[in-house]
């Protein structure tokens, strides 16, 4: 069995996870887009993975089993000072 790694995203990873979404479009009605995935080019998202790369205020990840990639997460740190207060504390029951 593959254990899943999580690590930061690398503007490398911008293909494989335009396919993901393709893919992860295609087998739900529940997203803001389909099976076409996101309307981005690849130079769009490399770009975009390169903006976030290193920032103190984003970071996307990606979920990795057997070095592929089977999820991803990007996260945005509030900017406006009456904001910053705001986070999510929670419990799941397993």
Known sequence: ???I???RASPEDAKEILSLLKVI????DNLSFGREGLPVTEKEEYEFLSRIEHSD???FFVARKASEIIGTAHYTAF???RMVHRHWTGSSKV
């Open 1 to 3: 069995m593959s254990e």
């Open 57 to 59: 205020r984003e970071a």
């Open 25 to 28: 479009g295609s087998e739900s």
């Open 5 to 7: 790694k999580i690590q």
């Open 79 to 81: 900017s406006k000072k």
